[in-house]
């Protein structure tokens, strides 16, 4: 089974930054473009931004861009979003996903 | 693009069939000839999972009871019978029109 795992989530301050990291296993990561979906809490879902396979392709959705970074690390099997200068509005369950793979999605808390 | 999903909820009873509807502003046909709308499921408590990828293809591990169809504008995700583990939120997804890629508001299923 594949395994999609998130971390790095927290809460923090308005204007504050974090770090999410996704860790896959059993998956050939290399082989996918990967997103970041999230989710405020009661609402529906957000894509958030994409990477392609060798990063030389990245998008953002435009309430993120310029704020939020996604990279990754093949030989790691690792997919990154650096978040900086955070809303309250960023406020959800991130989650790191492959379309047919979803993790489980780690919380990020915006708040004063 | 804009997704809407019709309804945003439905309460049925174990056996009953269902129905949601998912509309785009916009024809989801892309120039390579495929439809890239998609199906997810959200379980109360759980990480979204597709069930239907480009309209109609079922993902595995997905029962034969869901089955998607549609065409350019307007879709349809229908379950012949429902059963408990249906309980929870569907979404449609668009890949078309990319970035970014624009989900549904989402349709509660609950069992009455």
């Known amino acids: 089974e594949v395994y999609l795992v998130e971390s790095g989530g927290g809460l923090v301050q308005p204007g504050g930054s974090l770090r999410l990291s996704c860790a896959a296993s059993?998956?050939?990561?290399?082989?996918?473009?990967l997103s970041w979906v999230r989710q405020a809490p009661g609402k529906g879902l957000e894509w958030v931004g994409c990477?392609?396979?060798?990063?030389?392709?990245?998008d953002y959705v435009d309430s993120v861009k310029g704020r939020f970074t996604i990279f990754r690390d093949n030989a790691k099997s690792l997919l990154y979003l650096q978040m900086n200068n955070l809303r309250v509005e960023d406020t959800a369950v991130y989650y790191c996903?492959?379309?047919?793979?979803w993790g489980q999605g780690t919380l990020v808390a915006v708040s004063s | 693009v804009v997704m809407t999903q019709s309804p945003l909820s439905l309460s049925l009873t174990l056996g009953q069939p269902a129905s949601i509807s998912c509309r785009s502003n916009q024809s989801l046909l892309s120039s390579d000839g495929n439809t890239y709308l998609h199906w997810f499921q959200q379980r109360p408590g759980q990480s979204p999972r597709r069930l239907i990828d480009k309209v109609s293809n079922r993902d595995s591990r997905v029962p034969d009871r869901f089955s998607g169809s549609g065409s350019g504008t307007d879709f349809t995700l229908r379950i012949s019978r429902v059963e408990a583990d249906d309980v929870g939120v569907y979404y449609c997804?668009?890949?078309?029109?990319?970035?970014?890629?624009?989900f549904g508001q989402g349709t509660k299923l609950e069992i009455k």
């Open positions: 059993r998956f050939m990561f290399s082989d996918y473009r």
């Open positions: 996903v492959a379309w047919d793979y």
């Open positions: 990477i392609n396979k060798d990063a030389s392709e990245i």
């Open positions: 997804m668009q890949e078309t029109h990319w970035p970014p890629y624009t």
